[in-house]
């Protein structure tokens, strides 16, 4: 195929992520074999679907994003991190701030602002409120007599007590299981042991493992569009394992993959050890998701 020029004189982002997949380089080619993937992933309707991401992502606008690709029901299910339910609860709530990654963070822990990168944190309208959110909400599943939950079901119980601007709303409102693995490691985890010191209340990730083995097991094919690495990324491709792999794949990543770190290692790596299938249709897509996934969501939606 020979390379092609890139001419920029329409409105559709589909037709310029085309032209950039026939482009040839570099990143521009992977971005349009990106989108091609996820199109043959969500038009097989035999495809168990997932959708991975890190917390980090929930903090900025690109939350939208991801809320409209649930909304839609793209995805049959989510792996994601404890900060997830921590962002979509507080900026359900409240308001994060436009920062900048040069500032002076002393200076900014003594205004009682956090840093996530470029985007501020207002300290009460962080901790404090979902301690005060999760305080009431875990009295109320008490008194339901919900003392024994997994993380997807911890999910959609505090997704039905959103607003429609958050994700979890609409994961509880498709169905779409949300699994967090480290629930312990955020905010919201943190108020859950806190309030299980002095009340009747456990999280069971067993059962958020056998959900997994379920879908899994009962799925003919699967697929997952995954947002950086780490434990969400892994949780993924760790289940597909026992069925052979994924059959369809597309990992954006800023990570580097010579240090040998999961969130660095393309996707091709876990062919080797049976969590991408060797015929499976996959792509990693250097850049960072924030202004990858609009592009991606864009072009898909066109």
Known sequence: MDVKDIAVRTDSVKDLVRQMKLSGGFTAKK????????????????????????????????????????????????????????????????????????????????????????????????????????????????????????????????????????????????????VVPGITDGAVGYQIWQYSQNHKLSIDVLKDEQLLSDLVFESKRSGALILGGGISKHHVIWWNAFKDGLDYAVYVTTAQEFDGSLSGARMKEAISWGKLKADALHVTVEGDATVLLPIIYAALRD
């Open 31 to 178: 971005l349009g074999v990106s989108a091609d993937i996820l199109r043959s992933m969500l038009d097989d309707n035999d495809s168990l679907n997932f959708l991975s991401f890190p917390a980090d992502i929930m903090a900025t606008g690109t939350r939208g994003v991801i809320r409209d690709m649930v909304k839609d029901k793209w995805f049959d299910v989510i792996v994601t991190t404890c900060g997830t339910i921590d962002h979509d609860i507080a900026r359900s709530f409240a308001e994060y701030r436009h920062g900048s990654f040069d500032a002076d963070d002393i200076e900014l822990r003594k205004r009682a602002i956090h840093r996530l990168g470029n985007i501020f944190v207002p300290q009460k309208n962080y901790g404090a409120l979902i301690e005060r959110k999760m305080g009431a909400w875990l009295k109320e599943l008490s008194s339901e007599g919900k003392t024994a939950l997994s993380t997807s079901e911890l999910c959609s119980e505090v997704g039905r007590r959103l607003g429609e601007d958050s994700v979890l709303y609409w994961a509880w409102k498709r169905g779409v299981p949300v």
